[in-house]
T-cell receptor
Framework: NAGVTQTPKFQVLKTGQSMTLQCAQDMNHNSMYWYRQDPGMGLRLIYYSASEGTTDKGEVPNGYNVSRLNKREFSLRLESAAPSQTSVYFC?????????????FGAGTRLSVL | AQSVSQHNHHVILSEAASLELGCNYSYGGTVNLFWYVQYPGQHLQLLLKYFSGDPLVKGIKGFEAEFIKSKFSFNLRKPSVQWSDTAEYFCAVMRSNTGNQFYFGTGTSLTVIP
């Protein structure tokens, strides 16, 4: 079972470049999430999608956009990358946003912005 | 302000030593509690969770955690650690009054010396 798949695994960008991080899940989950993980900060929620067709801001949305392309896929876009966006990005999914649901994580994308 | 606190940032233990990692949160109301583990180079995996009922929950690989509501705590324990437990451990809280969003602690890095 693939679970949550993220691409790419690694990426290096120059300041001002744009890119899209892809995430797909094969568990028929309704809810999907994007986090960034920084040393000493834990994981912080960037955006989430409670269900297909909806997206909402999390704790640190500035500089990012998201698209819930369909039930399986949830992409994260950096329109103009900045060094402050150097981080490890994790996508997660859960059956729904209801209580008593756990989140399943992808392997992460390590992004460096020079 | 960080509302999920993990006071131990880096713990070093010898094999067979006992482990307790602290997690405190500052939210009122109904919460669901989780411990996730991230082995080197891997994605986050669920260790255990608490939704309701018995406040002492058992997870995988011999880990357990106790929810003490009066102390807003959900400490992780293991009686005897192994070298393979070397990883980063994250406490997470799902708050029902914020749309069931997850809030993660900053993580505790555990190194077990053979």
């Amino acid at each position: 079972n693939a679970g949550v798949t993220q691409t790419p695994k690694f990426q290096v960008l120059k300041t001002g470049q744009s890119m899209t991080l892809q995430c797909a899940q094969d568990m028929n989950h309704n809810s999907m999430y994007w986090y960034r993980q920084d040393p000493g900060m834990g994981l912080r929620l960037i955006y989430y999608s409670a269900s297909e067709g909806t997206t909402d801001k999390g704790e640190v949305p500035n500089g990012y956009n998201v698209s819930r392309l369909n039930k399986r896929e949830f992409s994260l876009r950096l329109e103009s990358a900045a060094p402050s966006q150097t981080s490890v990005y994790f996508c997660a999914s859960s059956p729904s946003k209801a209580a008593k649901n756990i989140q399943y994580f992808g392997a992460g994308t390590r992004l460096s912005v020079l | 302000a960080q509302s999920v606190s993990q006071h131990n940032h880096h713990v070093i233990l010898s094999e067979a030593a006992s482990l307790e990692l602290g997690c405190n949160y500052s939210y009122g109301g109904t919460v669901n509690l989780f411990w996730y583990v991230q082995y080197p180079g891997q994605h986050l995996q669920l260790l255990l969770k608490y939704f309701s009922g018995d406040p002492l929950v058992k997870g995988i690989k011999g880990f357990e955690a106790e929810f003490i509501k009066s102390k807003f705590s959900f400490n992780l324990r293991k009686p005897s650690v192994q070298w393979s437990d070397t990883a980063e451990y994250f406490c997470a809280v799902m708050r029902s009054n914020t749309g069931n969003q997850f809030y993660f602690g900053t993580g505790t890095s555990l190194t077990v010396i053979p």
